[in-house]
Protein backbone atom coordinates (compact mmCIF):
# COMPACT_ATOMS: atom_id res chain seq x y z
CA UNK A 1 0.00 0.00 0.00
CA UNK A 2 1.14 3.35 -0.96
CA UNK A 3 0.89 4.56 2.78
CA UNK A 4 3.48 2.17 3.56
CA UNK A 5 6.16 4.76 3.79
CA UNK A 6 4.87 7.40 5.85
CA UNK A 7 2.89 8.20 9.13
CA UNK A 8 0.12 10.06 7.95
CA UNK A 9 -1.53 11.58 10.86
CA UNK A 10 -2.29 15.42 9.92
CA UNK A 11 1.17 16.69 9.75
CA UNK A 12 1.89 20.12 12.09
CA UNK A 13 -0.22 23.19 9.50
CA UNK A 14 2.92 25.43 11.04
CA UNK A 15 4.40 26.35 7.84
CA UNK A 16 8.32 27.08 9.29
CA UNK A 17 8.43 23.46 10.91
CA UNK A 18 7.31 21.70 7.62
CA UNK A 19 9.83 19.60 5.98
CA UNK A 20 8.84 19.04 2.29
CA UNK A 21 10.95 15.81 2.34
CA UNK A 22 7.61 14.38 5.07
CA UNK A 23 5.45 14.47 2.39
CA UNK A 24 6.81 12.02 0.34
CA UNK A 25 5.65 11.47 -3.52
CA UNK A 26 2.38 13.56 -4.18
CA UNK A 27 0.20 13.98 -7.18
CA UNK A 28 -1.70 17.05 -7.89
CA UNK A 29 -5.29 15.68 -9.35
CA UNK A 30 -6.05 18.05 -11.96
CA UNK A 31 -7.67 18.14 -15.21
CA UNK A 32 -10.69 15.34 -15.07
CA UNK A 33 -13.49 14.90 -16.98
CA UNK A 34 -16.30 17.32 -15.61
CA UNK A 35 -17.47 20.93 -17.42
CA UNK A 36 -15.06 22.74 -15.11
CA UNK A 37 -11.83 21.24 -16.76
CA UNK A 38 -9.94 24.11 -17.60
CA UNK A 39 -10.39 25.91 -14.62
CA UNK A 40 -9.14 22.64 -13.05
CA UNK A 41 -5.49 22.65 -15.15
CA UNK A 42 -5.60 26.11 -14.00
CA UNK A 43 -5.88 25.05 -10.81
CA UNK A 44 -3.54 22.64 -10.39
CA UNK A 45 -0.63 24.17 -12.63
CA UNK A 46 -0.63 26.68 -9.59
CA UNK A 47 -0.72 24.01 -6.80
CA UNK A 48 1.98 21.56 -8.53
CA UNK A 49 4.64 24.77 -9.33
CA UNK A 50 4.14 26.00 -5.68
CA UNK A 51 4.74 22.68 -4.42
CA UNK A 52 7.70 22.36 -6.51
CA UNK A 53 8.90 25.35 -5.43
CA UNK A 54 8.78 24.39 -1.69
CA UNK A 55 11.12 21.59 -2.20
CA UNK A 56 8.00 18.66 -2.46
CA UNK A 57 8.26 15.82 -4.68
CA UNK A 58 5.17 16.61 -6.53
CA UNK A 59 3.86 14.97 -9.89
CA UNK A 60 1.15 16.02 -12.18
CA UNK A 61 -1.83 13.16 -12.58
CA UNK A 62 -4.63 13.90 -14.83
CA UNK A 63 -7.38 11.11 -14.06
CA UNK A 64 -8.92 12.05 -17.30
CA UNK A 65 -5.87 10.17 -19.24
CA UNK A 66 -4.92 7.64 -16.38
CA UNK A 67 -5.99 5.42 -14.34
CA UNK A 68 -6.82 6.30 -10.72
CA UNK A 69 -5.35 2.83 -9.75
CA UNK A 70 -1.67 3.65 -10.65
CA UNK A 71 -1.07 6.35 -7.68
CA UNK A 72 -0.56 3.46 -5.55
CA UNK A 73 1.04 1.50 -8.12
CA UNK A 74 3.49 4.28 -8.75
CA UNK A 75 3.97 4.68 -4.85
CA UNK A 76 2.25 7.75 -4.54
CA UNK A 77 1.78 8.81 -0.53
CA UNK A 78 -0.71 11.28 -0.57
CA UNK A 79 -2.92 13.37 -2.66
CA UNK A 80 -3.50 17.02 -3.62
CA UNK A 81 -7.08 17.20 -5.41
CA UNK A 82 -7.22 20.36 -7.85
CA UNK A 83 -10.16 18.71 -9.62
CA UNK A 84 -13.45 20.74 -9.82
CA UNK A 85 -16.98 19.51 -10.44
CA UNK A 86 -18.11 16.18 -10.99
CA UNK A 87 -16.04 13.01 -10.43
CA UNK A 88 -13.65 15.17 -8.53
CA UNK A 89 -15.34 17.41 -6.47
CA UNK A 90 -18.68 15.75 -5.73
CA UNK A 91 -17.69 12.45 -3.66
CA UNK A 92 -16.40 9.98 -6.62
CA UNK A 93 -12.64 10.41 -6.40
CA UNK A 94 -12.78 11.02 -2.31
CA UNK A 95 -14.25 7.30 -2.50
CA UNK A 96 -11.73 5.81 -4.53
CA UNK A 97 -8.46 7.16 -2.68
CA UNK A 98 -10.63 6.00 0.34
CA UNK A 99 -10.31 2.32 -1.16
CA UNK A 100 -7.17 2.71 -2.41
CA UNK A 101 -5.71 3.69 0.83
CA UNK A 102 -4.03 6.98 -0.40
CA UNK A 103 -4.55 10.25 1.98
CA UNK A 104 -6.08 13.08 -0.41
CA UNK A 105 -6.74 17.07 0.68
CA UNK A 106 -10.35 18.91 1.30
CA UNK A 107 -13.46 17.05 2.35
CA UNK A 108 -14.43 13.37 3.03
CA UNK A 109 -16.76 11.31 0.66
CA UNK A 110 -19.94 12.72 2.09
CA UNK A 111 -19.18 16.21 2.59
CA UNK A 112 -18.04 16.68 -1.30
CA UNK A 113 -21.43 14.90 -2.57
CA UNK A 114 -23.31 17.28 -0.36
CA UNK A 115 -21.56 20.17 -1.23
CA UNK A 116 -21.74 19.60 -4.75
CA UNK A 117 -25.30 19.30 -4.27
CA UNK A 118 -26.93 22.87 -4.09
CA UNK A 119 -30.73 21.20 -2.90
CA UNK A 120 -29.55 19.05 -0.74
CA UNK A 121 -26.87 21.26 1.31
CA UNK A 122 -30.00 23.62 1.49
CA UNK A 123 -31.70 21.02 3.07
CA UNK A 124 -29.12 20.07 5.51
CA UNK A 125 -28.73 23.99 6.49
CA UNK A 126 -32.36 24.50 7.00
CA UNK A 127 -32.54 21.60 8.93
CA UNK A 128 -29.50 23.20 11.24
CA UNK A 129 -30.95 26.50 11.33
CA UNK A 130 -29.20 28.78 9.34
CA UNK A 131 -30.60 30.92 6.78
CA UNK A 132 -31.12 30.12 3.13
CA UNK A 133 -32.45 31.82 0.52
CA UNK A 134 -36.08 31.07 -0.96
CA UNK A 135 -35.86 28.00 -3.85
CA UNK A 136 -37.81 25.75 -4.98
CA UNK A 137 -37.25 22.57 -7.45
CA UNK A 138 -38.38 22.43 -10.65
CA UNK A 139 -39.49 20.04 -13.36
CA UNK A 140 -40.02 20.43 -17.21
CA UNK A 141 -44.29 20.98 -16.01
CA UNK A 142 -43.19 23.49 -13.57
CA UNK A 143 -45.51 26.88 -14.40
CA UNK A 144 -43.98 29.59 -14.57
CA UNK A 145 -46.55 31.63 -12.87
CA UNK A 146 -46.65 29.63 -9.61
CA UNK A 147 -42.65 29.59 -9.35
CA UNK A 148 -42.70 33.36 -9.80
CA UNK A 149 -45.36 33.55 -7.28
CA UNK A 150 -43.04 31.52 -4.90
CA UNK A 151 -40.05 33.00 -5.64
CA UNK A 152 -40.71 36.47 -7.47
CA UNK A 153 -39.12 38.22 -10.13
CA UNK A 154 -36.25 38.34 -10.82
CA UNK A 155 -34.62 34.54 -9.71
CA UNK A 156 -31.60 32.37 -10.67
CA UNK A 157 -32.03 28.97 -12.51
CA UNK A 158 -29.60 26.65 -11.95
CA UNK A 159 -28.60 22.79 -11.99
CA UNK A 160 -28.21 21.56 -8.80
CA UNK A 161 -24.65 19.65 -9.44
CA UNK A 162 -22.51 21.88 -11.07
CA UNK A 163 -19.59 24.55 -10.03
CA UNK A 164 -18.36 27.52 -11.15
CA UNK A 165 -21.79 29.34 -12.54
CA UNK A 166 -22.12 26.21 -15.53
CA UNK A 167 -25.82 26.46 -16.33
CA UNK A 168 -26.87 29.53 -14.34
CA UNK A 169 -29.54 31.83 -15.68
CA UNK A 170 -30.56 35.20 -14.02
CA UNK A 171 -34.76 35.37 -14.88
CA UNK A 172 -36.08 38.63 -14.81
CA UNK A 173 -39.63 37.72 -16.88
CA UNK A 174 -42.03 35.29 -16.55
CA UNK A 175 -41.20 34.05 -20.42
CA UNK A 176 -37.73 33.36 -19.43
CA UNK A 177 -38.42 30.49 -17.10
CA UNK A 178 -38.18 27.69 -19.28
CA UNK A 179 -35.22 28.34 -21.54
CA UNK A 180 -33.24 28.70 -17.83
CA UNK A 181 -34.51 25.50 -16.79
CA UNK A 182 -33.77 23.92 -20.20
CA UNK A 183 -29.78 25.26 -19.97
CA UNK A 184 -29.68 23.97 -16.80
CA UNK A 185 -31.54 20.62 -17.01
CA UNK A 186 -28.61 20.40 -20.04
CA UNK A 187 -26.09 20.01 -17.16
CA UNK A 188 -28.02 18.29 -14.88
CA UNK A 189 -31.53 16.33 -14.26
CA UNK A 190 -31.99 18.56 -10.74
CA UNK A 191 -33.51 22.20 -11.40
CA UNK A 192 -33.45 24.44 -8.92
CA UNK A 193 -34.77 27.85 -8.71
CA UNK A 194 -33.59 30.84 -6.09
CA UNK A 195 -34.91 33.60 -4.86
CA UNK A 196 -32.70 36.71 -6.25
CA UNK A 197 -31.31 38.59 -2.80
CA UNK A 198 -30.07 41.65 -3.71
CA UNK A 199 -27.54 43.82 -0.93
CA UNK A 200 -24.39 41.58 -2.26
CA UNK A 201 -22.31 38.68 -2.54
CA UNK A 202 -19.58 37.43 0.03
CA UNK A 203 -17.48 34.30 0.24
CA UNK A 204 -15.80 32.95 3.29
CA UNK A 205 -13.33 30.42 3.51
CA UNK A 206 -11.81 28.46 5.63
CA UNK A 207 -8.42 26.67 6.55
CA UNK A 208 -8.18 24.05 9.20
CA UNK A 209 -10.00 25.48 12.30
CA UNK A 210 -8.74 29.27 11.18
CA UNK A 211 -11.45 31.65 9.00
CA UNK A 212 -10.01 33.71 7.27
CA UNK A 213 -10.96 36.88 6.31
CA UNK A 214 -14.38 37.53 4.42
CA UNK A 215 -14.23 38.48 0.74
CA UNK A 216 -17.10 40.70 -0.82
CA UNK A 217 -17.43 40.73 -4.86
CA UNK A 218 -18.22 42.98 -6.92
CA UNK A 219 -19.08 41.61 -10.53
CA UNK A 220 -19.37 44.09 -13.06
CA UNK A 221 -21.74 42.34 -15.22
CA UNK A 222 -25.09 41.27 -13.98
CA UNK A 223 -23.98 38.46 -11.42
CA UNK A 224 -21.24 36.64 -10.56
CA UNK A 225 -21.17 34.27 -13.11
CA UNK A 226 -18.57 31.98 -15.00
CA UNK A 227 -17.06 34.70 -17.37
CA UNK A 228 -16.97 37.35 -14.03
CA UNK A 229 -15.02 34.65 -11.85
CA UNK A 230 -12.67 33.28 -14.60
CA UNK A 231 -12.46 35.89 -17.74
CA UNK A 232 -12.98 39.51 -16.96
CA UNK A 233 -10.56 41.64 -14.90
CA UNK A 234 -13.01 43.92 -13.98
CA UNK A 235 -14.48 41.68 -11.10
CA UNK A 236 -13.92 43.81 -7.86
CA UNK A 237 -12.63 42.17 -4.96
CA UNK A 238 -12.62 43.52 -1.94
CA UNK A 239 -10.90 42.06 1.28
CA UNK A 240 -11.41 43.47 3.76
CA UNK A 241 -14.90 43.32 3.00
CA UNK A 242 -16.26 46.72 4.23
CA UNK A 243 -18.23 44.83 6.73
CA UNK A 244 -18.28 46.11 10.01
CA UNK A 245 -16.49 43.33 13.04
CA UNK A 246 -19.92 41.87 14.13
CA UNK A 247 -21.38 42.22 10.45
CA UNK A 248 -17.71 40.25 9.57
CA UNK A 249 -17.95 37.87 12.49
CA UNK A 250 -21.50 37.12 11.78
CA UNK A 251 -20.82 35.64 8.65
CA UNK A 252 -17.87 33.87 9.63
CA UNK A 253 -19.51 31.79 12.12
CA UNK A 254 -22.23 31.19 9.84
CA UNK A 255 -19.44 29.99 7.20
CA UNK A 256 -18.00 27.59 10.28
CA UNK A 257 -21.60 26.50 10.78
CA UNK A 258 -22.54 25.48 7.16
CA UNK A 259 -19.18 23.81 6.59
CA UNK A 260 -19.49 21.56 9.58
CA UNK A 261 -22.70 20.33 9.06
CA UNK A 262 -22.32 19.21 5.86
CA UNK A 263 -19.46 17.43 7.61
CA UNK A 264 -16.44 19.48 5.66
CA UNK A 265 -12.91 19.08 6.54
CA UNK A 266 -9.30 20.66 5.77
CA UNK A 267 -10.43 23.40 3.41
CA UNK A 268 -13.11 24.98 2.07
CA UNK A 269 -15.20 28.22 0.71
CA UNK A 270 -18.63 28.67 2.26
CA UNK A 271 -20.65 31.79 -0.23
CA UNK A 272 -23.03 33.98 0.43
CA UNK A 273 -25.79 36.62 -0.69
CA UNK A 274 -26.59 39.50 1.55
CA UNK A 275 -29.39 41.43 1.54
CA UNK A 276 -31.02 44.86 1.46
CA UNK A 277 -31.58 44.72 5.51
CA UNK A 278 -28.31 43.36 6.10
CA UNK A 279 -29.06 39.46 6.91
CA UNK A 280 -26.59 37.22 5.44
CA UNK A 281 -27.80 34.01 3.41
CA UNK A 282 -25.80 30.70 2.76
CA UNK A 283 -25.89 30.32 -0.60
CA UNK A 284 -23.43 27.23 -1.13
CA UNK A 285 -20.32 25.50 -0.03
CA UNK A 286 -16.94 24.85 -2.28
CA UNK A 287 -15.42 21.97 -0.98
CA UNK A 288 -12.49 22.18 -4.07
CA UNK A 289 -11.98 25.54 -4.04
CA UNK A 290 -10.33 27.14 -7.11
CA UNK A 291 -6.54 28.23 -6.84
CA UNK A 292 -6.44 30.28 -10.39
CA UNK A 293 -5.02 33.66 -10.19
CA UNK A 294 -8.75 34.76 -10.12
CA UNK A 295 -9.64 32.48 -7.07
CA UNK A 296 -10.63 33.76 -3.83
CA UNK A 297 -8.74 31.50 -0.95
CA UNK A 298 -5.64 32.72 -1.90
CA UNK A 299 -6.98 36.51 -1.71
CA UNK A 300 -8.37 35.55 2.01
CA UNK A 301 -5.31 33.77 2.97
CA UNK A 302 -2.72 36.91 1.52
CA UNK A 303 -5.16 39.09 3.95
CA UNK A 304 -4.48 36.59 6.90
CA UNK A 305 -0.92 36.86 6.20
CA UNK A 306 -0.72 33.19 4.13
CA UNK A 307 1.52 33.34 1.25
CA UNK A 308 0.18 31.00 -1.70
CA UNK A 309 2.86 28.75 -1.08
CA UNK A 310 2.50 28.89 3.12
CA UNK A 311 -1.30 28.02 1.97
CA UNK A 312 -0.59 24.83 -0.45
CA UNK A 313 1.92 23.44 2.19
CA UNK A 314 -1.10 23.97 4.99
CA UNK A 315 -3.55 22.35 2.81
CA UNK A 316 -1.29 19.49 2.00
CA UNK A 317 -0.57 18.91 5.70
CA UNK A 318 -3.92 17.91 6.29
CA UNK A 319 -4.42 15.39 3.71
CA UNK A 320 -6.38 12.21 5.15
CA UNK A 321 -8.12 9.23 4.36
CA UNK A 322 -11.54 8.51 6.69
Known amino acids: MANSKTDFKTLNPEFSTLNPAAYGKVAVLFGGRSAEREVSLKSGAAVLASLLRSGVDAHAFDPASRSLQELQEQGFDRVFIALHGRFGEDGTVQGALELLGIPYTGSGVMASSLGMDKWRSKLVWQAGGLPVPDFMMLAEQSEPLDVIGKLGLPLFVKPANEGS ?56 NEFYDFEAKYLRDDTCYRCPSGLDAASEAKMQGLAQAAFALIGGQGWGRVDFLMSEAGQPYVLEANTSPGMTDHSLVPMAARQAGISFDELVLRVLGMAHVG
Open 165 to 220: SVGISKVKAVGELQAAYREAARHDPLVIAERFIGGGEYTVAILGDQVLPVIKIEPA
